[in-house]
């Protein structure tokens, strides 16, 4: 590998190593969906909260069923009371009787089994029971889900709707989340005019800034557009200062070493530490990091596609660092990959690929056309193939890393 080239690893613990957690905020139950808890959550009841019925049926002493035989010897109990869910058992199952209870409902004093009405034959005061059940069936015990004390949702975990019923479960109306970091988004370039810009031959749209956006709501953070910055050295300082009230700025752009590419200057000028960096990968070689003032200052490529590959590997593992999550990667599935490859053994190469499950295999093939500008590489991709620095060969069948981008497959 060239030595000049930096590991796409080695800058990750770098940018990773630069990124406090935020503080946390108290947000509504309702309002804490793709939030990274700030707290541990722990149960202060039991769940259930009382032994119930898992089932409609009757409840009653196993001693009084266990003969039950369907020919030989069909038992005959006293129904003694109705109990629905929501109601609570006034008697207690004696030898001999039964209480009738619907699902979910508590478990009487006395009994300890409950039968199906299914297999049963019942009217409003008697039920005959044809076979003995198994001692303990259909009660759902108390605390079977969750146990009072215990730890039930860690912090750093991110509330999908599994962790939201869960909260309600334990009532939980509010929680502490970990505030979502502020990111600013910067364009740079001459040639871009903005969405409401009057459409132009000559100008190119800026779809950097928006793409970024969206990935930085995806990641959890709260984008703030900066708009473009034209390629001149104060014009770039005067919109980074406006974004040096966020947690981080995201510029794209301008971080190569042509005539008019001003981010390496700048930067060096208003930060301190600055990394610029010929990363290993493909695409996406130049990537500058730093801290100007408080805020983490990233300058990304500026073709849109090494922006939303360098973003992928660096800025959003650094959003959700911030976040407080303790899953910073996205998942990495195992395919087979089917087609042929080759590269030299210098950089390691992020293909966009389409991943897709056949005869119980995951499979991958790229989206054709590997060029940085080629943004419906990454419209069709559901998934990034992860190609190692040292690899230099691909055939159909080889078996490939890939980073499973969001939308399914
Ligand atoms: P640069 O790194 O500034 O030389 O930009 C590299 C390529 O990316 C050029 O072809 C630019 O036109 C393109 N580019 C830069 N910024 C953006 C942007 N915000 N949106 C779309 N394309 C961009
Ligand atoms: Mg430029």
């Not at 930096?6 to 630069?18: F, S």
């Not at 004390?149 to 999908?160: A, F, L, N, S, V």
């Not at 190692?388 to 939308?407: A, F, M, S, T």
Request: charged residues 25%; glycine residues 10%.
């Amino acid at each position: 590998m060239n030595d000049d080239l930096t590991r796409l690893e080695d800058a990750l613990k770098t940018v990773l190593a630069a990124v406090p957690v935020l503080g946390a905020e108290k947000v509504s139950l309702l309002d804490a969906l793709g939030r990274v808890l700030a707290e541990d959550i722990i149960a202060e009841r039991d769940n259930p909260p009382w032994d119930n019925s898992a089932m409609d049926g009757f409840a009653v002493r196993y001693e009084d069923i266990k003969q039950a035989h369907a020919v030989t010897t069909p038992t005959t109990l006293k129904v003694i009371e109705d109990v629905q869910a929501g109601k609570f058992p006034t008697k207690a199952v004696g030898k001999g009787e039964a209480i009738r209870i619907m699902t979910g409902a508590p478990i009487p004093k006395g009994a300890d089994t409950v039968l199906k009405v299914e297999d049963t034959e019942n009217t409003p005061t008697s039920v005959k029971v044809f076979k003995e059940e198994r001692q303990g069936a259909n009660i759902r015990p108390q605390g079977e889900d969750v146990r009072k004390g215990d730890c039930i949702i860690p912090k750093g975990k991110i509330i999908r709707p599994a962790e939201a019923g869960m909260l309600a479960i334990l009532a939980k109306s509010f929680v502490f989340v970990s505030q979502r970091p502020k990111v600013a988004i910067l364009s740079t370039g001459d040639e871009l005019a903005d969405l409401d810009e009057r459409f132009s031959e000559e100008k190119i749209v800026n779809s950097n800034s928006y793409g970024i956006a969206a990935a930085v709501q995806e990641a959890g953070g709260l984008p703030m557009l900066l708009g473009i910055a034209r390629d001149s050295p104060d014009a770039l300082k005067a919109k980074i200062r406006q974004g040096m009230n966020a947690d981080f700025l995201v510029l794209s752009g301008g971080v190569s070493m042509g005539d008019y590419d001003f981010t390496k200057p700048v930067f060096q000028e208003l930060g301190g530490e600055m990394n610029f960096w010929k990363l290993a990968i493909r695409p996406g070689q130049p990537v500058a990091f730093g801290k100007i003032g408080k805020t983490l200052a990233f300058g990304l490529p500026g073709n849109p596609v090494s922006s939303m590959v360098t973003f992928e590997q660096l800025v959003r593992p650094a959003i959700l660092k911030m976040c407080g999550s303790q899953v910073l990667a996205r998942p990495v599935v195992q395919a087979l990959f089917q087609e042929k490859f080759s590269k030299r053994p210098d950089r390691r190469h992020f293909l966009r690929g389409v991943l897709w499950m056949e005869k119980g295999m995951l499979m991958v093939r790229t989206t054709g056309s590997q060029g940085s500008g080629i943004l419906t590489s990454m419209v069709k991709a559901n998934g990034l193939i992860d190609i190692p620095v040292e690899v230099e060969k691909l055939k159909p069948g080889d078996v490939v890393n890939v980073q499973v981008l969001g939308g399914g497959f």
